[in-house]
């Protein structure tokens, strides 16, 4: 059984360039989370999907979007890139009322 | 808005001893999970407690929730360098958004 895949592994970007990550749930999970962890950090929330609408939204600017396809998988937009964008990104899915199971991250570099 | 805080941020002991990581809320627990970090990696989940005074266990990590529901307890027995790790609390209700404390990163030494 596979568990939450993400892609890509790693990143570099430039500062103001755009940039997509994808998310695969845990098979069975209707839910995806997506969570910034900058360095020495704790995850921070960004937002949740479920049956393709963002639920929930933490203190993240416009320039994080979203969007969940209808076989539950899940991209992050991140628009107009600044330095502090830099950290590691985190997909975690669940079930609509169960525990979270995370991804192992993309590592996203703004230069 | 609720937070987090994790006690010791670093912790390094040597392989064999016992240690304890603390997390202590803000505001009142409806749920509480632990979970594990190796650098730059995915979070593993360890244990979720809900219920004030309850205690979970999983090989040598036990976990707890104090009864009043505002602190918990992460302890590891006869640590082994399979321990070693950065160690993350989060608060949340089923599904909701995880608030997440900064971590506890944990050395074993041989």
């Known amino acids: 059984d596979a568990g939450v895949t993400q892609s890509p592994t790693h990143l570099i970007k430039t500062r103001g360039q755009q940039v997509t990550l994808r998310c695969s749930p845990k098979?069975?999970?209707?839910?995806v989370s997506w969570y910034q962890q900058a360095l020495g950090q704790g995850p921070q929330f960004i937002f949740q999907?479920?049956?393709?609408?963002?639920?929930q939204r933490g203190n993240f600017p416009d320039r994080f979007s979203g969007h969940q396809f209808p076989n539950y998988s899940s991209e992050l937009n991140v628009n107009a890139l600044l330095l502090g964008d830099s950290a590691l990104y985190l997909c975690?899915?669940?079930?609509?009322?169960?525990?979270?199971?995370f991804g192992p991250g993309t590592r996203l570099t703004v230069l | 808005s609720q937070e987090l805080e994790q006690s010791p941020q670093s912790l390094i002991v040597q392989e064999g001893k016992n240690l304890t990581i603390n997390c202590t809320s803000s505001?009142?627990?409806?749920?509480l999970y632990w979970y594990k970090q190796k650098y730059g990696e995915g979070l593993i989940f360890l244990m979720m407690?809900?219920?004030?005074?309850e205690e979970k266990s999983h090989e040598k990590i036990t976990a707890k929730l104090d009864e009043k529901k505002q602190q918990s307890s992460l302890h590891i027995t006869a640590s082994q360098p399979s321990h070693a790790g950065i160690y993350l609390c989060?608060?949340?209700?089923?599904?909701?958004?995880?608030?997440f404390g900064q971590g506890t990163r944990l050395t074993i030494n041989p």
């Open positions: 989060g608060a949340g209700q089923g599904a909701q958004k995880l608030v």
């Open positions: 098979s069975g999970h209707d839910t």
């Open positions: 975690a899915s669940s079930l609509l009322t169960d525990t979270q199971y």
């Open positions: 505001k009142t627990l409806y749920g």
């Open positions: 407690l809900q219920k004030g005074g």
């Open positions: 999907y479920y049956e393709e609408e963002e639920r």
